[in-house]
């Protein structure tokens, strides 16, 4: 399958879910918890996912 560039989220469209994502977890976590946060915000699909 190919991979398309576009479809990756850029640094900064991450920023703010990041920011949420730690607000969410009560202004720490690991990578992880804000990894796996971020996503569900996004609603980063798999295919996506397989990239990052």
């Known amino acids: ?29 690991t990578t992880e918890e804000i990894y796996e946060k971020v996503v569900q915000i996004l609603n980063i699909p798999d295919t996506v996912l397989e990239i990052l």
């Open 1 to 29: 399958m190919k991979r398309s560039a576009s479809s990756v989220p850029t640094f900064d469209s991450m920023l703010l879910p990041t920011i949420q994502a730690l607000q969410l977890l009560g202004g720490s976590g």
